[in-house]
């Protein structure tokens, strides 16, 4: 599979996906815009990010 290593999709791209909306650098809409996934999927991942 030919995955940027940046994408969402990966644990990487997740991190900083959910860092960006964490930290207070971006909304989660701007996450999710910046990242090119959609608002539910960043509030997924900062929601499990917060449980762990």
Do not use: C, H, I, Y
Request: glycine share 6%; hydrophobic share 40%; net charge positive.
């Amino acid at each position: 599979m030919n995955v940027q290593k940046n994408s969402p999709s990966t644990s990487k791209g997740r991190v900083a996906m959910v860092r960006s909306a964490v930290e207070g650098e971006l909304s989660q809409a701007g996450a999710a815009d910046l990242f090119n996934t959609t608002s539910k999927t960043v509030a997924k991942w900062v929601k499990r990010f917060r449980v762990a």
